[in-house]
């Protein structure tokens, strides 16, 4: 379903405060075994595993970049159906023959993936083993997204796989890990309601919406990007946030352009009558179903 008809105008902000350097930083996810966990995201997704703290922190990334970090407990539950938190960490490549490798490779490995055409963006879905939702993607350049009335086309249709497939570099190993310049692009989050999403995320936070046209979801970006958080009520209407020992999100991170920009931010939050907790370099602050957010400068 196409959400906004095309235009070539350029999108409207609807909230103030983020500046457009705003990037997002590394996702923690808790998991039940690292050493499963590690396998997957290193034979499976490709990336590099970079770090294996002895805090038990697990950090792996692209490009010498941290993009994923693990946090194991053994004992820890399976999240609970109707609960908020993680919908999925989206995984920004750099091109579409960097995500036809990544395609090659799950079939090769005959993984169970979901695969959708956004109309911004090419798309692949699939669970860690712990469940955690993946989506590893690549932007269309932003000169063919289509703007009106500041929201921007996207749509959930069918992906051209073996158009996909048939620009993976015939030279490229299956075991090719995910190329430099590899990012967090987005991250997908389940939340109880949306208007107390959009009065946390967009009157608060000061995140810009992208569009509010699909049924149950709201997107919202900084700098015109076509979303760097999603927020649906699919699974989660009415829902609270899960055990603490439960597998899933245990944060996320916002980038800003310097301390200054984190600082007004702060302040901002504060102001809105939001609690606020420092951290090295910056500050961490919850939504209201206390999923955690890190704010700190690049």
Not at 30 to 51: C, P, Q
Not at 56 to 67: D, F, K, S, T
Not at 138 to 152: H, I, K, L, Q
Not at 160 to 170: H, S, T, V
């Amino acid at each position: 379903m196409t959400v906004a008809a095309s235009t070539d105008s350029a999108p409207i902000s609807t909230a103030a405060g983020l500046p457009a350097g705003l990037a997002l930083g590394a996702v923690r996810l808790r998991v039940r075994d690292a050493a499963r966990a590690i396998a997957f995201y290193t034979g499976t997704l490709g990336l590099n595993l970079l770090a294996e703290e002895s805090d038990g922190i697990v950090r792996l990334g692209a490009g010498g970049h941290v993009l994923v970090e693990l946090e194991e407990r053994r004992d820890a539950r399976p999240r609970p159906r109707g609960t908020t938190g993680l919908f999925h960490v989206a995984i920004l490549v750099p091109d579409r023959p960097a995500l036809a490798v990544v395609l090659r490779r799950l079939v090769a490995q005959r993984v169970a993936i979901g695969a959708s055409d956004h109309i911004v963006s090419e798309a692949l879905y699939l669970d860690d083993p712990d469940g955690n939702g993946i989506e590893i993607y690549r932007d269309r350049p932003a000169s063919e997204w289509r703007w009106e009335n500041g929201t921007v086309a996207m749509a959930t249709d069918q992906l051209d796989g073996r158009g996909l497939l048939n620009e993976a570099p015939a030279a490229t190993p299956l075991d090719e890990p995910l190329p430099a310049g590899t990012r967090v692009g987005h991250v997908h989050l389940q939340v109880g309601d949306l208007a107390g999403a959009r009065r946390f995320y967009v009157d608060h936070l000061g995140f810009d919406v992208t569009t509010d046209r699909y049924p149950g979801a709201l997107f919202v970006s900084a700098g015109g990007y076509h979303h760097h958080l999603g927020l649906n009520v699919w699974q989660s209407r009415g829902g609270g946030p899960a055990p603490q020992d439960s597998v899933g999100l245990v944060h996320y991170a916002i980038k800003l352009p310097d301390a200054a920009a984190v600082e007004a931010l702060r302040i901002r939050l504060e102001v809105a009558g939001e609690s606020t907790a420092p951290i090295p370099g910056g500050f961490s602050a919850a939504d209201p179903w206390g999923t955690r957010v890190r704010v700190s400068a690049a």
